[in-house]
């Protein structure tokens, strides 16, 4: 059972920069897969980026690459989601997840375990 408790979000202007957290209860946290996710109002849920459990691969979808950076921490059982140049179209509620398995990490389908959300909002 892993337990995912997010912070960070908020309000900030178009440029600005934010830092998600995603902090996982447990002593495995270091044989999960992590990704985020984020859904905009009224659209469904979309992979934003993904880390595989030991920190060496990385995936992001192609609006966010050069812009956001996931990352982990296995010692703090934390995975980061490091957004610089924020955009009014990154507006939505973030969700970090976690799976054991390494493959379709762009999809929902193999996670098991999420975050409560948290909301980000960019100022035009």
């Known amino acids: 059972q892993v337990q995912l408790v997010q912070s960070g979000g908020g309000l900030v202007q178009a440029g600005g920069s934010l830092r998600l957290s995603c902090a996982a209860s447990?002593?495995?946290?270091?044989?999960?897969?992590m990704g985020w996710f984020r859904q905009a109002p009224g659209k469904e849920r979309w992979f934003v980026a993904a880390?595989?459990?030991?920190?060496?691969?990385?995936h992001y979808t192609d609006s966010v690459k050069g812009r956001f950076t996931i990352s982990r921490d296995n010692a703090k059982n934390t995975v980061y989601l490091q957004m610089n140049s924020l955009k009014p179209e990154d507006t939505a509620v973030y969700y970090c997840?976690?799976?054991?398995?390494?493959?379709?990490?762009?999809?929902?389908?193999?996670?098991?375990?999420w975050g409560q959300g948290t909301q980000v909002t960019v100022s035009s």
């Open positions: 447990g002593r495995t946290f270091s044989s999960y897969a």
């Open positions: 880390i595989s459990s030991r920190g060496g691969t990385l």
């Open positions: 997840a976690a799976t054991s398995s390494g493959s379709n990490l762009y999809t929902e389908k193999p996670y098991g375990y």
